[in-house]
């Protein structure tokens, strides 16, 4: 990786977190250049470049060090670190602050009129999700022998298509579910947007550009609560 020394932070694209993530970097004193359907944005006063890509993708980004931070959801964070994790050479990363904002649970959802009262009743069960290594190790935690099966997206319509018998998915409102017919039976894990990069700061500019960065979010977070 050619060293770089303006800072990096990788955000989503085009979702739920690009706007209260953008106002966020705002109030923290950084400005873009570039609009926001372009991949890369431009730091106009402090050293600070933006990167716009698939949620999914930041905590690999930050791993392999194309980026130094990245603002995303816990359960993306979370995910990561279970699976591909510490392996190949990636840094080992961290949440290095809750931004309150994207609230949301990793739940699991049957069909309304499934007979379901304990994570036993997933016995032998299909469960669609896009979160696998999270249900895996839940489902251990739980004693629960299911087939997990892997979707990238529209986990929400498989049990109708008869490809699962249950989901395990990202819950906000709730809209989602009652649209489909699931009613929400476990909670899983409490998820918001958080600042997630490296264990370990840079230890050249960029690690104070974090430093200031963080004392500004610190400052910033306090203002809103
Ligand atoms: C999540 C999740 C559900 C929906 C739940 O998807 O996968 O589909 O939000 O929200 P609700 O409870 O408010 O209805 P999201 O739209 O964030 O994006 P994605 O599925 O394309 O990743
Ligand atoms: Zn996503
Ligand atoms: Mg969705």
Not at 43 to 65: F, K, N, S, T
Not at 109 to 128: C, F, K, S, T, W
Not at 170 to 178: A, C, D, K, M, P
Request: glycine letters at 10%.
């Amino acid at each position: 990786m050619k060293p770089r020394d303006r800072l990096r932070i990788a955000m989503q694209k085009s979702g739920r977190l690009t706007e209260p993530a953008l106002d966020l970097l705002n109030r923290c004193g950084l400005t873009f250049r570039q609009s926001r359907d372009k991949l890369f944005c431009f730091g106009e006063g402090e050293p600070v470049d933006l990167l716009l890509v698939r949620d999914d993708d930041i905590p690999g980004l930050i791993a392999q060090g194309v980026c130094d931070l990245g603002i995303v959801g816990r359960n993306v964070l979370s995910e990561f670190r279970g699976t591909a994790g510490e392996s190949n050479g990636n840094a080992a990363l961290t949440e290095w602050r809750k931004l309150g904002f994207g609230r949301c649970r990793l739940s699991i959802a049957v069909p309304q009129e499934m007979d379901y009262n304990a994570p036993q009743d997933l016995h032998g069960r299909r469960i669609a999700t896009s979160y696998p290594g999270l249900l895996g190790e839940w489902l251990r935690t739980q004693g629960v022998d299911a087939t997990v099966i892997t979707l990238a997206g529209s986990v929400e319509i498989a049990p109708k298509l008869g490809t699962a018998d249950a989901i395990c998915d990202l819950v906000q409102s709730g809209g989602t579910l009652v649209a489909n017919q699931l009613r929400e039976t476990d909670v899983l894990l409490q998820s918001e947007a958080v600042l997630a990069g490296p264990e370990a700061l840079p230890s050249d500019e960029r690690g104070d550009m974090i430093e200031l960065l963080l004392k500004r979010l610190d400052g910033v977070i306090q203002v809103r609560e």
